[in-house]
């Protein structure tokens, strides 16, 4: 079946440590996203890209980084520098319309990653 | 910046209602709207996207409606069964970047 993979599904990380999520998907989507959900809050985009090797920040990058060697990986790194990472983190994948269409696709998402800070 | 706010925040029903939620947001000048339901410590599943130029779509028992000009989109569950519980939520979307969720309305629906 198609979908997308994300793991790990629970992650503890200690103050300081660098953490890697992974997320893959077999969809054959151009474009993967990274979003976090904090409880009482909409999904926030961390960061998102349209290619491989090409990728832009989102509204609250500042803390994270990503990679896009392959079209169907698309890892997230939460360094130390984020400052409050403990929070839900969901990867997406789209189908992407052809240059200047207008319109956003449908999104398909992981089953999510919780990441808590000890 | 759009804003959207999903009312209500929560929602419990006996089984068998029909019921309605709402979906307000702030920049109209959007491209679609989708529908999603997420069940708790999971990913969210989509429902429906509805394109700007639609009023409304259906699957099943379920049936979203836009009206862009408004700011309003509407999920309409006919026939609610205790599998419906789940949070559900709105995100308005102008362009494939530039998607914003609600926090979402939890709904119970009571065997």
């Known amino acids: 079946d198609g979908g997308i993979t994300q793991s790990p599904k629970y992650l503890f990380r200690k103050e300081g440590q660098n953490v890697t999520l992974s997320c893959e998907q077999n969809l054959n989507h151009d474009a993967m996203y990274w979003y976090r959900q904090d409880p009482g809050q909409g999904l926030r985009l961390i960061y998102y890209?349209?290619?491989?090797?090409?990728?832009q920040k989102g509204d609250i990058a500042e803390g994270y980084s990503v990679s896009r060697e392959k079209k169907e990986s698309f890892p997230l790194t939460v360094t130390s520098a984020q400052k409050n990472p403990t929070a839900f983190y969901l990867c997406?994948?789209?189908?992407?319309?052809?240059?200047?269409?207008?319109?956003?696709?449908?999104?398909?998402f992981g089953a999510g990653s919780r990441l808590t800070v000890l | 910046k759009q804003e959207v706010t999903q009312i209500p925040a929560a929602l419990s029903v006996p089984e068998g209602e029909n019921l309605v939620l709402n979906c307000s947001f702030t920049?109209?000048?959007?491209?679609?709207l989708q529908w999603f339901r997420q069940d708790p410590g999971k990913g969210l599943t989509s429902l429906l996207l509805?394109?700007?130029?639609?009023r409304e779509q259906t699957s099943g028992r379920l049936n979203a409606s836009l009206d862009k000009s408004s700011g309003r989109s509407t999920l309409y569950i006919a026939a609610s069964q205790p599998g419906d519980s789940a949070t559900y939520l709105c995100?308005?979307?102008?362009?494939?970047?530039?998607?914003?969720f609600g926090t979402g309305t939890k709904l119970q629906v009571i065997p």
């Open positions: 995100a308005p979307a102008r362009g494939y970047q530039k998607v914003t």
């Open positions: 997406a994948s789209s189908i992407q319309h052809r240059q200047g269409a207008r319109g956003a696709n449908v999104l398909t």
């Open positions: 890209s349209q290619i491989v090797n090409d990728f």
């Open positions: 509805i394109q700007s130029s639609q």
């Open positions: 920049d109209s000048a959007i491209y679609n």
